[in-house]
């Protein structure tokens, strides 16, 4: 099965760069697991606030865009969709900060102190 043989596309790179692209991949996330194995301290802290923060807002901006949802009686619905236009990109960011602030909390599992 021929497809595009001339692509300078994604597929293309994968094909040329697979074993490239898993190694930078790998070292990245070495590096990041080695920094938090060894966060401890005051620098620990900071992250703490700093991931229930990022886990506040995202939760305050998802609630900002959900009301309009809920004012119509649907209340178990799930995706940008559900939102109105003018607010889907608040319930995107929303998703996106709330996210990052599980992540870091996830991160710092992995300290010790």
Do not use: C
Not at 15 to 33: D, G, R, S
Request: charged fraction near 15%.
């Amino acid at each position: 099965m021929e497809t595009k043989r001339d692509s300078k596309g994604l597929r293309t790179f994968f094909e040329h760069w697979n074993i490239a692209f898993i190694a930078i991949v790998a070292v990245l996330t070495l590096q990041v697991l080695d920094f938090f194995t060894h966060l401890g301290g005051t620098p620990w802290i900071y992250f703490f606030v700093t991931s229930f923060a990022l886990m506040i807002l995202g939760g305050g901006l998802i609630g900002y865009a959900k009301p309009p949802v809920y004012r119509t009686g649907r209340f178990f619905t799930f995706g940008g969709k559900s939102v109105p236009e003018r607010l889907r990109g608040f319930y995107r960011w929303g998703w996106g900060v709330f996210l990052f602030g599980v992540l870091l909390s996830l991160g710092l599992l992995l300290s010790k102190q």
